[in-house]
Nanobody, 121 residues
C-alpha cells in the first residue's frame, strides 16, 4: 500500500509561481510512474503531468506545457510540480497519483487527497 500526501498549494496572483510536493510512503515506487492531476470546481479531473521512475519519459497536458515542470527525487520518494506563469484557469485541487504508465492519462493505482491551488486575477 502506498500513501501519497500533497502539499504546497495556496493562493497566488496570476503570473505567479507555486511548487507542489507529493511525498510517498509505504513501499518503494520503483517502476511506477508518478503524476499530477487536477480538478476544477464543476469539472472532471484532468491530467496535468507525469514522469516515469527514471525520468526517461515525461508527459504534459497541452494546457501546461512550457509553464509547469514535473520532477521526482526517488531517494526522497517525492515528486514535485513547479508551476510558473499561473493563470486563473489553473485554479483547482491538485492530486498526486502513482501507478503504471499504461494507466495514463487518468487511471492511477494510488491517489493523494489533494492540495488546493487558487490563482486570482
Amino acid at each position: 500500500q502506498v500513501e501519497l500526501v500533497e502539499s504546497g498549494g495556496g493562493l497566488v496572483q496570476a503570473g505567479g509561481s507555486l511548487r507542489l510536493f507529493c511525498a510517498a510512503s509505504g513501499q518503494t515506487l520503483s517502476g511506477y510512474v508518478m503524476g499530477w492531476f487536477r480538478q476544477a470546481p464543476g469539472k472532471v479531473r484532468e491530467f496535468v503531468a507525469a514522469i516515469t521512475y527514471n525520468g526517461g519519459s515525461i508527459y504534459y497536458a497541452d494546457a501546461v506545457k512550457g509553464r509547469f515542470t514535473i520532477s521526482r527525487d526517488n531517494a526522497q520518494n517525492t515528486v514535485y510540480l513547479q508551476m510558473n506563469s499561473l493563470k486563473p484557469d489553473d485554479t483547482a485541487v491538485y492530486y498526486c497519483g502513482a501507478g503504471f504508465e499504461t494507466q495514463l492519462p487518468l487511471g492511477m493505482k494510488w491517489w493523494g487527497k489533494g492540495t488546493l491551488v487558487t490563482v486570482s486575477s
